[in-house]
């Protein structure tokens, strides 16, 4: 640590409220513990949790960094022991529990994979959160297969985009709903079969068209309220369906009589309060399924924009517009 300086830039939450709480400020550098890295931030992504944790909705773990943002990229600039993967100038993307708006993040080891030479940083800044969530939820928890139907919420949002490019390479077909004709137009050109306008249409009619008699085989949901049971009469018999967060709210009416007749199966997850070995794991199967598909263009991190690190306003604005297709990404 003896290079590295005592200080640094970052973004604090002052109080809770809208993008104009975010303040810049300077604290004292970070130290490596025990089977973690310090990384030299050069990209970090914008993600919905960070917006909830500015808000005041969703707090930093206890004995981890109350600094936002989930997911950065940059270069190891010290290690711990117990750190044996990577060394100091090693190119890294990371998944982490807070800490991602600074100039230096630290990492769990175990929760790092290697930036590919083709990919840009800005890029590998926006890969963790969503990939990590995505391969979880629809490859490890609902065992989504290739001939199968597959529905994501939000398609154009860093979930959708992920969800839709994963489940299409591994031989699904995809369904998606989305808020504009424009947005729908950009999930097809990802290689969504279906992109419903729910402002316009009902995605229950256009899902069971699309699949027929057969239903949609797994939903990946981060909408919630009325959307659980119109999920539930989307789903084929042994459907899956995983809860990811709750924009209309958690609480539903449910049938569970289809439920039982269906022989569905209902679940969630959430990535951040998951021990480090957890997280490791799913680190490795990205590393060993999609990073090759990330290296050869198979799929690829949307981006919708990037933004100077003291601009983290500007770019919770642009995510709350709800505008975006892609990834909004804070640079370094």
């Given at each position: 640590?003896?290079?590295?300086?005592?200080?640094?830039?970052?973004?604090?939450i002052?109080?809770?409220?809208?993008?104009?709480?975010?303040?810049?400020?300077?604290?004292?550098?970070?130290?490596?513990?025990?089977?973690?890295?310090?990384?030299?931030?050069?990209?970090?992504?914008?993600?919905?949790?960070?917006?909830?944790?500015?808000?005041?909705?969703?707090?930093?773990?206890?004995?981890?960094?109350?600094?936002?943002?989930?997911?950065?990229?940059?270069?190891?600039?010290?290690?711990?022991?117990?750190?044996?993967?990577?060394?100091?100038?090693?190119?890294?993307?990371?998944?982490?529990?807070?800490?991602?708006?600074?100039?230096?993040?630290?990492?769990?080891?175990?929760?790092?994979?290697?930036?590919?030479?083709?990919?840009?940083?800005?890029?590998?800044?926006?890969?963790?959160?969503?990939?990590?969530?995505?391969?979880?939820n629809?490859?490890?928890?609902?065992h989504?297969?290739?001939?199968?139907?597959?529905?994501?919420?939000?398609?154009?949002?860093?979930?959708?985009?992920t969800?839709?490019?994963?489940?299409?390479?591994?031989?699904?077909?995809?369904?998606?709903?989305?808020?504009?004709?424009?947005?729908?137009?950009?999930?097809?050109?990802?290689?969504?079969?279906?992109?419903?306008?729910?402002?316009?249409?009902?995605?229950?009619?256009?899902?069971k068209?699309?699949?027929?008699?057969?239903?949609?085989?797994?939903?990946?949901?981060?909408?919630?309220?009325?959307?659980?049971?119109?999920?539930?009469?989307?789903?084929g018999?042994?459907?899956?369906?995983?809860?990811?967060?709750?924009?209309?709210?958690?609480?539903?009416?449910?049938?569970?009589?289809?439920?039982?007749?269906?022989?569905?199966?209902?679940t969630?997850?959430?990535?951040?309060?998951?021990?480090?070995?957890?997280?490791?794991?799913?680190?490795?199967?990205?590393e060993?399924?999609?990073?090759?598909?990330?290296?050869?263009?198979?799929?690829?991190?949307?981006?919708?924009?990037?933004?100077?690190?003291?601009?983290?306003?500007?770019?919770?604005?642009?995510?709350?517009?709800?505008?975006?297709?892609?990834?909004?990404?804070?640079?370094?």
């Open positions: 640590m003896a290079d590295l300086p005592a200080t640094m830039a970052a973004i604090s002052d109080g809770k409220g809208g993008p104009e709480v975010l303040k810049p400020v300077t604290l004292p550098t970070p130290a490596p513990a025990q089977e973690q890295v310090l990384i030299k931030v050069m990209a970090a992504g914008i993600n919905r949790p960070d917006i909830m944790q500015r808000q005041g909705l969703y707090p930093a773990p206890k004995g981890h960094s109350e600094i936002p943002g989930l997911e950065v990229a940059g270069v190891v600039a010290a290690t711990a022991p117990g750190a044996t993967r990577f060394k100091p100038g090693d190119k890294v993307m990371a998944l982490v529990n807070g800490g991602g708006y600074a100039e230096f993040c630290l990492a769990e080891e175990a929760c790092c994979l290697a930036v590919p030479d083709s990919l840009p940083m800005d890029q590998a800044g926006g890969f963790a959160e969503t990939f990590f969530t995505v391969w979880h629809v490859f490890e928890r609902a989504l297969t290739a001939g199968e139907w597959f529905m994501v919420h939000g398609g154009t949002s860093g979930i959708g985009v969800a839709i490019q994963l489940a299409k390479a591994f031989g699904a077909h995809v369904l998606t709903t989305a808020g504009s004709d424009e947005k729908c137009q950009a999930c097809r050109e990802l290689g969504a079969d279906v992109a419903v306008n729910y402002r316009t249409e009902d995605f229950v009619e256009k899902a068209a699309a699949a027929g008699k057969a239903g949609i085989n797994v939903i990946l949901d981060m909408v919630g309220g009325d959307y659980i049971a119109k999920n539930i009469a989307c789903l018999d042994d459907g899956r369906m995983v809860n990811i967060a709750y924009q209309k709210g958690s609480k539903a009416e449910v049938d569970f009589l289809r439920v039982m007749l269906k022989r569905l199966t209902i969630g997850s959430t990535l951040r309060i998951r021990p480090t070995e957890v997280k490791g794991r799913i680190a490795r199967g990205l060993e399924y999609v990073l090759p598909m990330l290296v050869d263009g198979r799929v690829k991190v949307v981006m919708d924009s990037t933004y100077p690190m003291h601009e983290a306003g500007k770019a919770h604005a642009r995510m709350e517009e709800g505008t975006h297709i892609g990834k909004i990404v804070l640079t370094l």
